[in-house]
Nanobody, 112 residues
Framework: QVQLVESGGGLVQPGGSLRLSCAASGTSLSIDVMGWYRQEPGKQREWVASINSGGSTYYADSVKGRFTISRDGAKNTVNLQMDSLKAEDTAVYYC??????WGQGTQVTVSS
């Protein structure tokens, strides 16, 4: 059973930064693609960023240039560095492994 555990959410002022982390455990198989999604109340979950085992990264247009995804393949961890945060980045952020496994989510609130 694969488990993903996120950490690092919180409250930050507009223009500030946060770093989210996600650790995968419970599997001897490597996870090819790890990613981050987010969901606002009453809205569908949306994709934010992904990184594959080769290190290629992909970003939603809304976060490109502000967010940076990275991973430690040996540890099956993925991080999301979020800079220049905006109020519209407020959401619950979820870590995903291969689109099959999901964490419990961590709240990010951007507010003055």
């Amino acid at each position: 059973q694969v488990q993903l555990v996120e950490s690092g959410g919180g409250l930050v002022q507009p223009g500030g930064s946060l770093r989210l982390s996600c650790a995968a455990s419970g599997t001897s198989l490597s996870i090819d693609v790890m990613g981050w999604y987010r969901q606002e109340p009453g809205k569908q979950r949306e994709w934010v960023a992904s990184i594959n085992s080769g290190g290629s990264t992909y970003y939603a247009d809304s976060v490109k240039g502000r967010f940076t995804i990275s991973r430690d393949g040996a540890k099956n961890t993925v991080n999301l560095q979020m800079d220049s945060l905006k109020a519209e980045d407020t959401a619950v952020y979820y870590c995903s492994g291969n689109g099959l496994y999901w964490g419990q989510g961590t709240q990010v609130t951007v507010s003055s």
